[in-house]
């Protein structure tokens, strides 16, 4: 198995709040995160939703698509959002949150191994596309919550 770790920081002229409850609302992602085409929940979980399961299906700009599901170990309100992934990749993904000032900073650490072969057998010369490929995902996904927070800040007014 082919192992990564990715560190993806955002940072957003919103209150920490607001950003929160756009990630915490996964089944929302397909309405505004390009690349991710599905979201299905499998378990809901207790009320602040350690236990949830849910199954991702999740197309970048290569030919193909990773499948896996999530299984929520952690949440803590407006600071930390944590789950292992098994499927097509396993490992663990985190997502902490924090005001700076007036602005709110995310970041995602994803410890994955993948389980397709072909990407196994792949990744010694693929891994920079592997690696290009989930850039870009996270690149569209913060383009998508920005304009889900500025449509927000519309709304508001």
């Given at each position: 198995?082919?192992?990564?770790?990715?560190?993806?920081?955002?940072?957003?002229?919103?209150?920490?709040?607001?950003?929160?409850?756009?990630?915490?609302?996964?089944?929302?992602w397909?309405q505004?995160w390009?690349?991710?085409?599905?979201?299905?929940?499998?378990?809901?979980?207790?009320?602040?939703?350690?236990?949830?399961?849910?199954?991702?299906?999740?197309?970048?700009?290569?030919?193909?698509?990773?499948?896996?599901?999530?299984?929520?170990?952690?949440?803590?309100?407006?600071a930390?959002?944590?789950?292992?992934?098994?499927?097509?990749?396993?490992?663990?993904?985190?997502?902490?949150?924090?005001?700076?000032?007036?602005?709110?900073?995310?970041?995602?650490?994803?410890?994955?191994?993948?389980?397709?072969g072909?990407?196994?057998?792949l990744?010694?010369?693929?891994?920079?596309?592997?690696?290009?490929?989930?850039?870009?995902?996270?690149?569209?996904?913060?383009?998508?919550?920005?304009?889900?927070l500025?449509?927000?800040?519309?709304?508001?007014?």
């Amino acid at each position: 198995m082919a192992e990564y770790r990715f560190c993806t920081l955002w940072r957003f002229d919103a209150p920490l709040e607001a950003v929160w409850d756009i990630i915490y609302d996964v089944r929302s992602w397909p309405q505004w995160w390009r690349g991710v085409e599905e979201v299905l929940e499998l378990a809901p979980g207790d009320g602040m939703g350690v236990g949830a399961r849910q199954r991702y299906v999740w197309k970048g700009a290569l030919p193909y698509r990773l499948c896996f599901d999530m299984h929520i170990t952690a949440v803590q309100p407006l600071a930390l959002l944590e789950g292992w992934a098994s499927g097509e990749v396993e490992g663990v993904g985190r997502w902490q949150f924090r005001r700076e000032g007036d602005a709110t900073l995310v970041c995602y650490d994803w410890q994955v191994r993948t389980t397709r072969g072909w990407m196994n057998w792949l990744a010694p010369v693929a891994r920079p596309l592997f690696e290009w490929n989930h850039d870009y995902l996270m690149e569209a996904g913060r383009r998508g919550l920005g304009l889900q927070l500025a449509s927000r800040r519309d709304v508001a007014c």
